[in-house]
């Protein structure tokens, strides 16, 4: 099997060659149907190089730390996600009705322990995560990867 990418709540957003998913098959190319508030997702441990979970996890009933906790469970120890998030401040957060929640550039720095929020709120998962890369886009969207740590 070569590199598994997993583009989880795909929408219109289709990847090809990725394992495309959403809640419904409401296009062909939707290979795997899956509600992202039910846990365990129905991927193994340790299966995927790379996560695309883009304008999804603010919909989600899952906080923030469970559902990285899941991305963590599914990813290789080499994988890394790759995240698109609402930003707290953003023109049109309050918009969409099936926002649940946003955050600030911040919030991934609780999960990462060598950031300074990290150091200090440890205890907010055991699964941990390094911040490859972060920004804003377009003033309205957070964008990072990440990488989780563990032992290899």
């Known amino acids: 099997m070569g590199r598994v990418v997993l583009n989880l709540g795909a929408g219109n957003r289709i990847i090809p060659g990725a394992i495309n998913h959403d809640l419904t098959q409401h296009r062909p190319e939707i290979d795997t149907t899956h509600d992202l508030n039910v846990l365990p997702w129905p991927w193994r441990d340790d299966y995927a190089d790379e996560i695309q979970l883009i304008s999804?996890?603010?919909h989600l009933k899952l906080t923030l730390p469970?559902?990285?906790?899941e991305c963590w469970r599914i990813l290789k120890p080499s994988g890394h996600l790759v995240l698109k998030y609402p930003v707290h401040t953003g023109p049109t957060i309050h918009d969409d009705p099936t926002h649940r929640w946003f955050c600030s550039d911040k919030a991934f720095d609780f999960v990462d322990p060598l950031t300074s929020y990290g150091k200090v709120s440890?205890?907010?998962?055991?699964?941990?995560?390094?911040?490859?890369?972060?920004?804003v886009v377009k003033a309205r969207n957070l964008k990072a990867i990440m990488e989780p740590i563990k032992c290899r």
């Open 122 to 135: 440890g205890y907010y998962t055991d699964r941990k995560w390094r911040i490859k890369s972060r920004g």
């Open 56 to 58: 999804v996890a603010e």
């Open 66 to 69: 469970e559902t990285l906790d």
